[in-house]
């Protein structure tokens, strides 16, 4: 019982010196005190990178470099400065990315190499963008459990200790079979099937639990399944609907790997973009929780291929079922309640169905005759 009674002492201390707000200095050094119990004081000057709220934010992405990172970093590159936005990955950068702004290398595992930069660099946001989705993540377990859940331990750590803002995307991926999936609210059982599910749903928990006992403030979207021109998917469930229209310019033709009738829900990527910057700006007091639904359609291949025969009556879309995607796609939501996140800091989004086709082909077509004119 002693040990309980000190270690909710602690816990009470934490709280109380932490209102719930990431901005102040935190007093506890967070991987000090899980192996060795230190406290730090809270006038310790290395860890207190000063954040007001009127300065622009030091932002650094991790796992830029995949689906998502380097839209976003052109997001808030425009919104704070080119240079106050790092993108980082483990791989290497093509030559528009590197050029386009600062980028560094950072294995989210090698937790020195991630202090280094946070510190070189008074870094005040993180966007943690690293992981292995949903179909790449059961080919290779091992190691989504070492991205997803042992890199995690690493940025909450860092970010917990330097007092930073954090940011990390869940997915519609964090339910599973037994949540009610038409809609599927914020708050309901969730017990995903997949390593990607349990390490976001882990994710989660431990962002919130940070948050409860150390002040961190943490930001958590589930994201739908992302759709984006020039940007390809890095292995997930939702990839088709990004691969469509790819293969339907080219060649006329769609093989698709889900059944017809697989409805998921889908998002615009200008809208996941806006809707991360969004909350990440959002006063901490309006969050009445720290991971929030965030919705725009939702729609089957059937119904996708139909909506691109209107500007392209052509095109022939056949089924070629993937089990282990399928699988994954019947456990998860149909449709996404984000109630929550419209009411508390407004969010709204811009593309449905019809928007998102219309830009995908506008895009895409550009795409398609600037290579065959080059
Ligand atoms: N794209 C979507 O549809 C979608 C939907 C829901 C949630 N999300 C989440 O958004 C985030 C970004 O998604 P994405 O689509 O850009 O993913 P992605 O798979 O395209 O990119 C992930 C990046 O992580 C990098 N990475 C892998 N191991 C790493 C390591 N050890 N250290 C540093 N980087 C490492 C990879 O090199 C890759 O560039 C992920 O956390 C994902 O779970 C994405
Ligand atoms: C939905 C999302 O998390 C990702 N696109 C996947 O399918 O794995």
Known sequence: MPVIRTISKVAKLALLSTPGCGCQPLTVAV??????????????????VSFSETDHPK???TGGLGQLGVG??????KRFGKNNVILSDIRKPPN????????????ILDYKNLREIVVNNRITWLVHYSALLSAVGEANVALARSVNITGLHNILDI???????LFVPSTIGAFGPSSPRNPT???CVQRPRTIYGVSKVHAELMGEYYHHRYGLDFRCLRYPGIISADSMPGGGTTDYAVQIFHDAIKTGKFEC?????????????????RATLEVMETPADTLSMRTYNINAMSFTPEELAQELRKQMPELEVTYNIDPVRQAIADSWPMNFDDSNARKDWGWKH?????ELVQTMLNYSGVETRMVHAN
């Not at 059944?259 to 973009?273: H, V």
């Not at 811009?350 to 019809?354: K, N, Q, T, V």
């Open 59 to 61: 932002v650094l992405i």
């Open 31 to 48: 991987r000090t005190i899980s192996f060795s119990p230190r406290q730090v004081t809270s006038d310790a000057s290395f860890h207190s």
């Open 350 to 354: 811009d593309y449905d169905l019809p």
């Open 185 to 187: 609210p914020d708050m």
């Open 72 to 77: 976003l970093a052109k997001l808030l590159r």
């Open 159 to 165: 970010a917990a200790e330097h007092g930073l803002r």
């Open 96 to 107: 528009n990315v590197f050029h386009s702004g600062p980028f560094i290398y950072s294995d």
């Open 257 to 273: 790997n889900l059944r017809p009738d697989s409805r998921l829900p889908m998002m615009y990527i200008d809208d996941c973009l």
